[in-house]
């Protein structure tokens, strides 16, 4: 008795194995099917934002157009309204000495003459108690780009005035009340692959 309990207990755990193996294979089978496509959808999207993110690779070129043209996004307002604030917010930080906020916006050489006026006012003991700055007219002169670089020269027309005094609180110079009417010229750059939207000040045909 106790060996045919043991006999049927064994055919039931075959039939119960064969079922499950059944069950288990077919469905292992339909999951396999259903990853073997995944790494491919995975290759696809991945090359898909490797297009994307890729830099963008153009020829030198001049003009405005030129650059519309392998930088669709460039707006020569948006531009103008943006190197205007920079020129104040540059010469503003130039007279107040403040050098982290110009090593910012400013490439390295432009930045080590800045630093060199500012260094040389602090040895003769001055400081500008006041500037006033007023942006009369700006014009893109000239335009380029160079391995992948553009450069943008801008003419500023404007009005400046200061207040310098020496370190014993005595008036150096002061043209407060008759602003010096005066223009420059400024060249920004900016990596047409940057993430950054910001230009920099590349160079200046003048230091005042």
């Known amino acids: 008795m106790q060996y045919f309990d043991i006999i049927l207990f064994a055919v039931i755990a075959g039939v ?3 079922r499950l193996y059944r069950i288990l294979g077919v469905k292992s089978k ?7 496509n995944i790494p491919q959808k995975i290759v696809n999207i991945k090359q898909d934002l490797q297009e994307t993110l890729d830099p963008i690779e153009v020829e030198n070129g001049t003009g405005l157009g030129y650059l519309i043209k392998v930088f669709p996004k460039f707006s020569k307002k ?3 309204s943006g190197a205007e604030k920079a020129f104040n917010m540059i010469l503003n930080a130039k007279y107040e000495g403040n050098k982290k906020l110009l090593i910012s916006y400013l490439e390295d050489d432009v930045f080590r003459l800045f630093e060199k006026v500012i260094l040389e006012r602090e ?3 001055l400081m500008v108690e006041e500037a006033n700055i007023e942006v009369k007219k700006t014009n893109i002169s ?19 005035s200061r207040l ?14 008759s ?12 990596s047409l692959d940057s993430d950054s939207p910001n230009w920099k000040l590349f160079g200046t045909n003048k230091i005042n």
């Open 123 to 125: 040895g003769e003991g």
């Open 142 to 160: 000239e335009i380029k780009v160079l391995e992948n670089i553009a450069y943008i020269r801008v003419d500023f027309d404007y009005l400046e």
């Open 179 to 190: 602003p010096n009417d005066l223009n420059i010229t400024w060249t920004f750059s900016r």
């Open 164 to 177: 310098i005094k020496k370190s014993d609180g005595t008036v150096f110079s002061d043209n407060i009340d």
């Open 16 to 18: 119960l194995g064969i």
């Open 30 to 36: 339909i999951i396999t099917k259903k990853m073997e």
């Open 78 to 80: 948006e531009f103008l």
